[in-house]
Each structure stands twice: as C-alpha cells, then as structure tokens.
C-alpha cells in the first residue's frame, strides 16, 4: 500500500553548522537533513544544550521535563529551529541539562585537550532521549518512525531501544569515523541503566569495555558509513579498528553512502568570504583570491608560485606529521604552504615554528576559522590531503568546486570523490586532481612534484579546473539513498 504520510526521522546527532561543528559531521548535519527536508521528509534534529546551541536555537520552548530519568540529572526538552541561512531552518530539540552541557570547552574536550570525564553521561542522556523521543514512552505527539543515529555520541539510541518492550522506530547507526568508538569502563552498562546482561560480545562489551560505536553497529536495524570504498577499508584488519569481524558478519546491513556538499554554502558564485566571487566560466576572480590570501597571511605575493592550502583538524588522521616533514623540500621546490588547523596543542606548535623557519613560504593559522577556510578553497591552487584514512572528507570536494585540485591520498572517500589526472582521465573528462598512494613522504613529495609541473602547463590545469567545477557534488542523490534505506525499514518492521 502506498504511503501517503510523510516519513518522519529523528535525526540524533552531537554536533550541527552553525551552531557547533568541530568537523565533517557539523557539515553534515545541517546539510543531509535539510536535503532530506526538500525531499518531504519530516525530520527533526535532536541536540545536546552546548551554550553555542541554547544560543543559536530561536523560538525556543520547553516540551517537557525529563525530572524522573533513572541514572540521568534533570533535563528540560526544548523545541526550537536552527536557521541554517536567511531562508532555510531545521526544527530541532535540544536537551537543556546545564550541569552536563554548559561549560568552557568543546563538546568532547575540555580546554587542555582532555575527554570531559563524565562523556559516558553526557551522550548517554542524548542516546537515552533519543530513544524515548523513538518509542511509545515518548511524552510528545510526534513520533519518528525512523531514529538516525550519528556516531559514537548517538550509539546507545539502538542499545536502548532494542530493550524496550512497547513501539518503536527502526534504528540507522551511521559510522562517520570509526576511529572513535566511545570506549568507556564496563560499569557504564549500569551507570547508564542497561540491562547487564547487555555486557555481552553479542551487546555492548567492547574488548573488556563498553562501546557506544558498538553498541550502535550491533543493536541498528541498518549501518551506514559515508562512502563506498570506506564500508570496504572498514571490513579490513588495517582499517577496521577492531570491529572489522561485526561489520563483516553486518555487512547484508551495512551501504556506504557517500556525502555531498551544502553548495549554497560553498559557491565560488555567491560566497561572501571571498575576496572576489568567480565561476567555471569566469575563472580569472580566482587569482584575486590568491592575492588576498597571500597578503592575509603574510607570505609573498606572487601570481606565479603554487600555494598549497590545507584546512584540517590536525592529527596523525590527517597526516600532519608528513606535512611537517615535507615543508622544507616543499619551499624549495618553490611553492607556498597555508595551514589553518586545529585541535592537538602539539602539533599546532610544531605548525607555529615551520611558519617562523619560512615566513615568506610558510603561514600557519591555528583555532577553528570559517571565514579563512573559504578563502583558502579560493585562494589556493592545490589543497592537500594526505590523509592515512578518511571516511569520506568534505575539503576535497569543496576544493573541487572551488577549482582547487586536490593532492589526496587514495583512501576512502577521498578515492571515490577525486578522480586522478592521466592522459586517459584527462581525455575523457574526468581528471580532477591527484591521487598518491603510498601514504609516504616520498610519494606525497612525488604527487605534488607532479601537481606544481602540471600547473605549469596552463592550458592543462584550466581544463582540470574545468572538469573539477563541474562534477555534482550536492546532496540530492545521497539523500535519496538514505531515503530508500528508511524505507526499506519502515517496510521490514
Ligand atoms: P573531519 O570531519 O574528519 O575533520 P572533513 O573533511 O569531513 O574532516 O570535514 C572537516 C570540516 O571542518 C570542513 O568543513 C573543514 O573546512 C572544517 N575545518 C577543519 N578544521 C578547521 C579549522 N581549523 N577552521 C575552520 N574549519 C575547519
Ligand atoms: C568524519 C570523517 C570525515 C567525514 C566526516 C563527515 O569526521 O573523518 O572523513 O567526511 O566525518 O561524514
């Protein structure tokens, strides 16, 4: 029977643009939901009260007091809307619980870098609303019929459900980053009022603890990740993280969808950081760009000279450390380096001294940036990403619709979004950056050898910028397949 009804998701997630983004899945957030809700679908976000979120939610009103939660402080349920832009806005619930949100820090770490001590208690009370707010115990009108879990924070949505007697909503666990997985000490399972029988390897022990990430990949009626190359590299021992035997037996469950882009947010057209707007037709606004980057970063101002950008949250991911490794080969090739990076104290002073070593080639930005990374997809030629894994990684796409060609290791999403330059690739059409693999130094210093000898070949790099701008990276097609996964669910329960 056709349903004429609005599917109607509740979207549980730790992090949502603009109100609080440490990385990707801010981005993603904003932009898959708001996709899904040009496609009909009823969606709701639901958000812890970081004082970034109590303070950019509007129309704020409290639904309900969750005063009698077992194991959890008082939380007041807000609903609200997330302006997104001056016309677009998500509706979204937020639970108001001072003592676990309202704090100086991020959301996961305090000032010095340090995991909260209490996180297991923070995102359990996101998990365990989540799944209130899914069930027939849920004190509001509205009920999904499909609860979307993101990442570890969100994990215990599906534990909580899976024990709950009465109705339900289909669960999707959606893995944005295996690599955290919110490990926590076996008393956890009590602490967070699960059955404790649930301390099992079919539940959510973990290697002696308990998972979150786990708990999710187990319990959800479906996983997703966020590319097809990455649900293979997720199955291997190399990149499975120790959970590569439950997503193999999972697999029959388990699709890489890859993610788009918000190109509202990210147009070269219409983007109001940019020093000069420009397009695919119309490229020569680029180089106006690159001007206001060197000068805003101090380094030489030369047309000529490749300035490679980076935009990162600095980490052994991310590959940093080869980055501080090749600096010196890559002032002399020539090229200039821009690093805007964060979030490891470490790694941000050894950045700080390569800029002191070779200020007219070398600017470090540290801190989290908006603004300067739109002028760095602008003003750069390349941008680097050399990445040991990646999910899925939005800056190579970003880049490519800012005819920025990307030098990316060949990894996850980065091997499905960028396409490499060869003669062949380049006669079809296709060629849109640089692809090394392995994830060395040698053969990072050889792809952007390569890179800074095509760009001299100006016709050549015109075209790959060409081709670069013009592939579809918005979030239509994506959100449709999450569509069909919901689905699916609602059709299988
Ligand atoms: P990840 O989520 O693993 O960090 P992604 O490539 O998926 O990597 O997304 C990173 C997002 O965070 C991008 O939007 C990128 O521009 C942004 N970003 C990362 N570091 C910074 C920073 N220091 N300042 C501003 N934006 C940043
Ligand atoms: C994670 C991944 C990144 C991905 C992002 C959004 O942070 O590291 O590759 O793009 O989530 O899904």
Redesign the pocket.
């Known amino acids: 029977m056709e349903r004429t009804q609005k599917l109607r998701v509740l979207f549980i997630t730790p992090e949502i643009y603009p109100a609080c ?7 993603v957030s904003a932009a898959l939901p708001m996709a899904l809700q040009h496609l009909q679908t009823d969606i709701k976000i639901l958000l812890p009260g970081y004082p970034s979120v109590l303070q950019g939610v509007k129309y704020k009103k409290a639904v309900h007091e969750f005063n009698d939660l077992q194991h959890f402080p008082p939380a007041t349920l807000l609903s609200g809307k997330l302006a997104l832009s001056k016309t677009e806005s998500l509706p979204v619930f937020v639970i108001d619980c001072p003592g676990l949100y309202v704090r100086e820090g991020g959301p996961y770490l305090d000032a010095q870098g340090r995991d909260w001590p209490d996180n297991s208690l923070r995102f359990g009370l996101l998990s365990k609303i989540g799944a209130i707010l899914s069930s027939d115990a849920s004190p509001l009108k509205w009920r999904p019929d499909i609860a979307h879990c993101n990442d570890w924070q969100s994990g215990l949505t599906p534990a909580y459900l899976h024990f709950h007697p009465g109705q339900k909503a289909a669960t999707v666990m959606t893995i ?2 295996l690599a955290f997985q919110g490990v926590f000490a076996p008393g956890t399972v009590i602490q967070l009022g699960l059955p404790p029988s649930s301390f099992n390897i079919e539940g959510v022990e973990y290697y002696g603890n308990v998972s979150f990430l786990k708990a999710g990949v187990y319990y959800a009626e479906h996983i997703t990740t966020v590319s097809p190359n990455y649900v293979q590299e997720i199955q291997s021992e190399t990149l499975g993280f120790g959970m590569q035997g439950l997503l193999t037996t999972r697999n029959d469950k388990l699709t890489g969808i890859v ?1 788009g882009i918000d190109t509202d947010k990210w147009n070269p057209e219409t983007d109001t950081y940019l020093a000069k707007n420009y397009s695919r037709e119309k490229l020569s606004g680029k180089i106006v760009n690159k001007k206001a980057l060197q000068q805003y970063m101090g380094l030489d101002i030369d047309d000529d000279i490749p300035l490679l950008g980076v ?3 600095l980490s052994y ?2 590959g940093t450390d080869l980055l501080i490794q090749i600096a010196p080969e890559l002032v002399k090739l020539p090229a200039q380096l821009v690093i ?3 979030n490891h104290i470490e790694l941000e002073q050894q950045l700080i001294l390569l800029a002191k070593m070779y200020p007219h080639a070398i600017a470090v930005q540290t ?4 603004a ?2 739109h002028l760095i997809e602008a003003g750069a030629d390349c941008f680097l990403m050399p990445s040991r894994f ?6 190579q796409m ?1 880049s490519q619709h800012y005819g920025t060609l990307p030098i990316v290791h060949a990894t996850g999403g980065l091997l499905d979004t960028v396409v490499n330059y060869t003669p062949s690739s380049l006669t079809k059409g296709t060629a849109s950056g640089f692809l090394f693999h392995p994830i060395t130094v040698g053969s990072l210093l050889k792809a952007i050898q390569f890179a800074i000898d095509t760009y001299q070949n100006k016709k050549t790099w015109r075209k790959l910028q060409r081709n670069a701008m013009s592939k579809d990276f918005s979030w239509q097609a994506s959100a449709i397949a999450y569509q069909e996964i919901y689905r699916s669910l609602i059709h299988s329960t």
């Open positions: 983004k440490t990385g990707g899945l801010g981005d944005h980053n993610n935009i990162s949250r991911q991310k805007l990076g964060s801190g989290f940036d908006e300067l990374s990646e999910p899925c990684g939005l800056n970003y």
